[in-house]
């Protein structure tokens, strides 16, 4: 079967975990294909092996989009752009361009300051953009769109809306409190991809549980939800089940290299 990218969106979770090392699942990262663009959500240390098992290059990285500076969301920021110079950087055809909410271009000075060269892409094969300070950002090409909204977590932290033109859109929430302006951004979304990483015995300040999750797709009217950065303590728990107290649409537990076409 052919895939209509003008129509809809391609979504692969390359990690559905957290910062504790799992062989299950690798920590934060999912892969978004929109157009003939491949957009990456977070890089946390296992993405670059996953993209390799989903089938792309790095070098077919469009854009890298980060949602704040914890390193289960960018342990493997550095190695990716390092990768790109394997065995050449001639692989590489059109500009990276890196995304992330405010003070991320001196995040990503500083991360030169540790590896120089080793990580700087060609001239005009690298492009970065950092949001506005109030973490608001509308971003266009190729045929889609993309926006950014702050969330409660980290001073960073923003949100991501995925559009296609007149198509679907797919909200990913990186890590967040109770967030009025996810809401807000994942209002009528295709799909919500949204952490819960902690079961609703054991929540934590700066993180979702399920029902808290399910709370919000059901607030913002999300036709579909999936819960992802799921620690330890959440693997013998019906996580369905406690996301169901409060949201009674399509509910998906994020794995690793799970495929979904949104359309
Ligand atoms: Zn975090
Ligand atoms: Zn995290």
Same mark, same amino acid.
């Given at each position: 079967?052919?895939? @209509? ?5 391609? !979504? ?19 892969? &978004?294909? +929109? ?20 089938? !792309? ?31 050449? +950087?001639?692989?590489?055809?059109? %500009?990276?361009?890196?995304m ?14 540790? $590896? ?8 005009? &094969?690298?492009? &970065?953009i950092?949001t506005p300070?109030?973490?608001r950002l509308n971003y266009a090409a190729?045929?889609?769109h993309l926006e950014t909204i702050?969330?409660?977590? #980290? ?5 991501y809306r995925?559009s296609?033109?007149?198509? %679907?859109?797919?909200? $990913? ?12 951004l994942?209002? #009528?979304?295709?799909?919500?991809? *949204? ?9 934590? =300040? ?6 808290? +999750? ?5 607030? =913002?009217? =999300? ?7 799921? $620690? %330890? @303590? ?6 369905? =089940?406690? *996301?169901?107290?409060? $949201? ?16």
């Open positions: 079967m052919t895939i @209509d990218r003008t129509t809809g969106i391609g !979504v692969t979770i390359l990690g559905s975990g957290t910062c504790v090392p799992s062989l299950a699942r690798s920590a934060c990262a999912a892969l &978004m294909t +929109a157009g003939s663009s491949h957009l990456l959500f977070d890089a946390g240390p296992g993405s670059m092996r996953r993209l390799l098992e989903a089938g !792309v290059r790095i070098q077919e990285l469009s854009h890298l989009c980060i949602t704040h500076f914890h390193p289960d969301h960018t342990g493997e920021l550095a190695p990716l752009l390092f990768a790109n110079k394997y065995p050449d +950087a001639s692989l590489r055809r059109e %500009p990276l361009t890196l992330g909410g405010p003070g991320f271009l001196d995040f990503l000075t500083r991360l030169e300051g540790v $590896y120089g060269a080793w990580i700087k892409l060609d001239a005009g &094969m690298c492009e &970065m950092e300070p109030d973490g190729g045929g889609w702050p969330v409660r977590h #980290n001073p960073e932290s923003v949100a995925l296609l033109e007149g198509g %679907p859109a797919v909200v $990913y929430s990186g890590d967040t409190d109770y967030s009025e302006n996810l809401v807000q994942a209002r #009528n979304t295709d799909l919500l991809i *949204c952490e819960a990483a902690r079961p609703d015995e054991q929540p934590v =300040a700066g993180h979702l549980t399920p029902s808290m +999750a399910g709370r919000m797709a059901s607030e =913002a009217g =999300a036709r579909k939800l999936m819960l992802t950065h799921f $620690y %330890p @303590d959440c693997d013998d728990v019906d996580l369905v =089940a406690q *996301c169901r107290r409060t $949201y009674d649409g399509p509910v998906v537990l994020a794995q690793d290299l799970m495929h979904l076409e949104v359309s």
